[in-house]
């Protein structure tokens, strides 16, 4: 796994960066998430919280292009261990202490 992103910037939203990504995920898009898990509360018609659904994305991807420009060594580092150790948090705790301390959450 070389980079978090294409060849045109945009983030490639794999299980190791969503992951790796997942504590700025929960602060940052904490409004889109609450907001699309209160409509699917109310109707469990797919159809209906699309638009919340799309909400969630863009917040999503757009976090993630922010965090690579912001600190890309630090979290292709980060990635990278998370899908070479399946996703397993305690065997990459170095590379997310320097990922976290370049990139604080906010």
Do not use: W
Request: aromatic share 6%; glycine share 4%; proline share 4%.
């Amino acid at each position: 796994m070389a980079s978090a992103v294409d060849a045109t910037g945009n983030p490639i939203p794999t299980s190791a960066v969503l992951t790796a990504s997942s504590k700025h995920i929960s602060t940052r898009c904490l409004q889109e998430n609450v907001a699309f898990l209160k409509c699917k509360k109310k109707d469990a018609n797919p159809e209906k919280c699309l638009d919340k659904g799309q909400e969630v994305t863009r917040c999503v991807l757009g976090l993630m292009k922010d965090l690579h420009q912001r600190c890309t060594k630090e979290m292709d580092a980060y990635v990278g261990c998370m899908y070479y150790h399946t996703n397993e948090f305690d065997l990459c705790r170095k590379e997310q202490q320097a990922f976290e301390k370049v990139c604080p959450l906010e």
